[in-house]
């Protein structure tokens, strides 16, 4: 598959970066050509030693990277969806998977909070940043993942992952392949959540982690979730 990282200059889509040469072929975009190849250079060497994949990391401008790619991860901070979308439609392939780690985030005083999106649709004019994507680009399949998961711990090769990975879309088949993705990364336990509106609820749950860092003194905190083996069918509500 052809994974292109917009952003991918940043802590998360470098880590990303890494993990997938092994298998993939990984496009690094930037604003900025130049340090897009920079950063692909950087990755290079640094997976080198690690596995063979390296020749498979190739950098440049973000439009660049999308161009023919089957998975689009926009690894950029929230306020830039309209900005990215705009540049993604004219040149993304019908029904490419976007998978999203956006988390739309803010820090208010000395916590961190969520923010909700404006969404045009009628019912509900609230939502997620990935409900915000797919409203922009609705010939591409968009897959959350990853939100929850602190870059910092994918950006090393020597650090263990033992974490769920909560996913929300509506086409079963684009969450197959990005769970069979997180897969491919060992310590990432993928885990189907819903369809796109639960993306509000993972995403809404980094703003916590980040609380919990900061005022509970939790380092790199992430989600495994606890589920019982009893026999009996367990039912919340209706
Ligand atoms: N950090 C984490 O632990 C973590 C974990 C899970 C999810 N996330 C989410 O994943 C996304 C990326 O996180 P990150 O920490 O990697 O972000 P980041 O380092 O702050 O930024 C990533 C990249 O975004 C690009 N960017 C900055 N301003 C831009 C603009 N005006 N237009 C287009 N691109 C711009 C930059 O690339 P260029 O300068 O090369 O264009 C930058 O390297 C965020 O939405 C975050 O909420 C983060």
């Known amino acids: ?37 920079r950063l692909a250079e950087e990755y290079r060497q640094e997976v080198k030693e690690r596995h063979d994949g390296y020749e498979r990391i190739q950098g440049g401008e973000n439009t660049e990277a999308i161009r023919d790619s ?17 540049m993604i439609e004219p040149v993304v392939k019908s029904h490419a998977i976007i998978l999203s780690p956006i988390v739309p985030m803010e820090k208010k005083g000395d916590h961190f909070i969520y ?14 940043a990935a409900e915000l994507i797919a409203q922009y680009l609705p010939q591409t399949r968009i897959v959350v993942a990853l939100n929850t998961i602190p ?5 090393k090769f020597d650090r263990q992952l ?15 392949v990005i769970a069979d993705l997180l897969k491919e990364i060992p310590g990432l336990n993928p885990v189907y959540a819903g369809p796109l509106p639960v993306a509000r609820q993972i995403e809404g749950l980094v703003p916590l982690l980040l609380n919990l860092s900061r005022h509970g003194k939790m380092k790199a905190p992430s989600f495994k979730v606890i ?8 039912q919340y509500g209706g």
Request: hydrophobic share 40%; no cysteine.
């Open 1 to 37: 598959m052809k994974i292109a990282i917009l952003g991918g200059t940043g802590t998360l889509g470098g880590g990303l970066a890494l993990r997938w040469s092994a298998h993939h072929e990984i496009a690094i975009g930037s604003r900025d050509s130049e340090k897009g190849k």
């Open 70 to 86: 089957d998975v689009i991860v926009p690894a950029l901070p929230y306020v830039f969806i309209p900005q990215m979308a705009k």
């Open 115 to 128: 923010v909700d999106q404006e969404l045009s649709m009628q019912e509900n004019t609230k939502g997620s």
């Open 151 to 155: 870059a910092i711990m994918l950006s």
């Open 162 to 176: 033992d974490y769920d990975v909560f996913m929300a879309g509506d086409d079963q088949e684009a969450v197959q």
């Open 227 to 234: 589920s019982t083996n009893i026999k009996e069918e367990v």
